[in-house]
Each structure stands twice: as C-alpha cells, then as structure tokens.
C-alpha cells in the first residue's frame, strides 16, 4: 500500500539511485526479533531450518547492509552479495534499467561490492538469531586465478554463513560463465568443497545462468552430485531477450522479471529431471505472484527467491506470497509447504 503510494516519485529516480535511496529506507528499520515461523512454511533444507520458503535473490543487498531486516517483510531468508575478494565498482553508470512495462530489469552492474573483509565485519556484528542469511560469493574482474578468488571466499566468509552460494553465472563479468563448462566446474567444485574445512561446514549452493544447452545440463548436474553441492539455485539473469517492446530491451547485461519467468521454470524442470528428485533446488526468475512461486514449488523447488519483482511490487511481495501459499496448501490439503515439493515433476 504504502509502496504503490510512493512508486511513482521513486521511479522518477535514475533506476540505481532509486535502488540506494530504497536500501537506506530499510536501514533505518530497527533489526527487531522475527516473528515465530509459520508451521505452514518453515521447512528443513540442506539441514538449515527455513522460516519461510521466500528468500531475497542475491544482488539486492550486496554488502550486507540490510539483510538481517527483511524478516519485516515477510522473507524467509535473504541472501548477501555477490561479494568479491577485492572491493570494485563494477562497471560505468547507467548500468540498471527498468523496464516497467514489461516488469522487467536489465543489469549489467558488474559485481559492484565493498569486498569480503568489508562485508564480513558487518556481518559478523548482525544480529542472526530466527534468520536465515546466504552469503554469494564470485571473482574479481580482474582476478588472475579466479579459481583461487573463490576458495579464498569460502574460507572468509563460511564461518559467518548459513549457506554459501558459488555464483559462478553473472553475465557481466567477462568470462564467468565459461565455469559452468565441465572441466572447468569440475575443477572449482573440488577446490571449494576442499577449502570447506571440517569445522566450519557451512552448506555450499551453486547458482547457475537459465541460458544453458541440454548437454551442458546435464554436465553441471553430473558434477554438483560428483561434488556433494547442497542445493542448486535456478537461476540467475538471461542474457537472451524474449520479444519486448521497451526501447531499453536492447541494453546489455543480464534481463530479469516477468520475462524470464518461462525460461526461468523451464531449466528448474531440466534440473529436476537431469538429478532426479532428491537435490534440493532453489527456483528464481520472474516470480511475482503466489501461484507462480507455488507452481515453481511443484515443479521441485524447495525454496524460492525473487528480486525484480519487489522493485514493481515492494518488499511487502513477500508477506502477499505467503499468504497466497498458505491459502494454495490449504486447497490442495497439505499442512506443509514441503508436501507440495515436485508435486508436478515427473517421477522417475
Ligand atoms: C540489479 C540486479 C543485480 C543482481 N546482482 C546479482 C549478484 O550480484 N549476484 C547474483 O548471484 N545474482 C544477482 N542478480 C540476479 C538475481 O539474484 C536473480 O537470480 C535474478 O534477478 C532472477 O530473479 P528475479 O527475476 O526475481 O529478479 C541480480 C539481479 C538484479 C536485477
């Protein structure tokens, strides 16, 4: 409500400082103590207790500034990043575009970030207690081992995560997503599982691009089983453009939103099939609605996240999913968001 009252003034704002203005709006939020999780929509996933199946995509918040408060709004988890070893500042402005006709946002900030050791202070004085919090991790720009740039994430910022996420699907580093190729993947698969020391054992999810041909599908899910990954997200931005009629579609970078809903579910549905129904896995892309993050669910994911969706809706999106979850269950007669899990997939 609020939201839709100020939306017009906030999109008056060039799209980036829209962005920074809504950040310092949800740092003034008091931390606060999380509301008791819905017995409806808590669920257990890769040992970590989820208080809610409705996470806060990556990019949003990427120094950590405003994780620990989006519980206020209803999200179950929030995850941090991407962060980098080294700070950087990512590419030239304007690099964020809002397509509002389309409910769609094309990116190419280039993992823009105040660096891990920056980051991980801020964190490590959060408060955490009921809250779920991600920390995704990537490679300089300019890294000349980005092999090594990961490994040296793992072991800075595994001991303040409740999960890790290996993002190695940005399109706006250069170069990235050549790690999704076998040989490559295989190699930095080992390395960070190896650099997760016995002590600190925090779950290691891989966030993979929707842009990806069958074969390399099934290569990806061959090495995250070979490598005991904790769960898959699916997925990041497309770097495709479905047809669209804003004069900003043909700006470069990494297209989210409505458009990539389709895309988005379909490669969550190839996944499922190419690892079978035990893996977890993470649905993003374009959800914006209670039925299709249901759908998302049933098609196999244990959890959700979204990004451009609150950009056009507002954060309050989160609690509106919720409550259209729980009305969705009580149709079908489940008492738990994790009965609906693949509920629509293929048995093998
Ligand atoms: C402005 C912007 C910045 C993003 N930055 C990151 C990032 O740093 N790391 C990452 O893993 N994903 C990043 N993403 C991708 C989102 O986490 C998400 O996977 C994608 O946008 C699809 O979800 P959505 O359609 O709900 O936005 C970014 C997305 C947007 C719109």
């Not at 931390?31 to 808590?42: C, E, N, V, W």
């Not at 669910?297 to 609150?310: D, T």
Request: proline residues 7%; glycine residues 10%.
């Amino acid at each position: 409500m609020l939201y839709s009252l100020t939306r017009p003034l906030i999109f008056r704002l060039e799209a980036e400082k829209a962005h920074n203005l809504a950040l310092s709006a949800m740092a003034l939020l008091p931390a606060g103590t999380p509301a008791a999780p819905d017995p409806m929509l808590r669920c257990c996933i890769a040992g970590i207790d989820f208080p809610g199946p409705v996470g806060l995509a990556a990019g949003f918040d990427k120094d950590g500034l405003i994780a620990h408060k989006m519980h206020h709004f209803g999200f179950g988890f929030a995850e941090i990043g991407t962060l980098t070893p080294l700070p950087q500042s990512g590419n030239p402005r304007p690099r964020l575009f809002r397509l509002s006709d389309e409910r769609a946002v094309i990116n190419r900030m280039g993992f823009n970030n105040q660096g891990q050791i920056a980051a991980s202070r801020r964190i490590a004085s959060m408060r955490r207690e009921g809250r779920v919090i991600g920390l995704n991790i990537g490679a300089n720009k300019d890294s000349t081992d980005r092999i090594a740039d990961y490994v040296s994430g793992v072991r800075t910022m595994a001991p303040l995560a409740d999960y890790l996420t290996i993002n190695i699907s940005s399109p706006n580093t250069p170069g990235l997503r050549t790690l999704q190729g076998r040989e490559a993947l295989n190699e930095l698969l080992r390395a960070v599982t190896a650099a997760r020391s016995a002590d600190v054992a925090a779950p290691i999810f891989l966030k993979v691009a929707p842009d990806l041909a069958p074969a390399d599908i099934d290569d990806i899910a061959r090495c995250v089983i070979d490598h005991r990954i904790d769960a898959l997200i699916v997925s990041n931005t497309t770097i495709s453009r479905p047809p669209m009629r804003s004069p900003l579609a043909g700006e470069a970078g990494g297209l989210s939103g409505a458009p990539l809903h389709d895309l988005a579910l379909t490669r969550l549905r190839d996944f499922r099939a190419a690892l079978g129904p035990e893996l977890p896995l993470i649905g993003a892309g374009g959800i914006a609605t209670a039925d299709q993050a249901y759908a998302r669910i049933r098609a196999g994911a244990s959890l959700v996240q979204l990004y451009s969706a609150m950009v056009f809706e507002g954060p309050g999106i989160a609690a509106r999913i919720n409550k259209g979850l729980k009305a969705l269950l009580r149709r079908d007669g489940l008492s738990n968001i994790s009965q609906a899990v693949g509920m629509d997939a293929p048995r093998p």
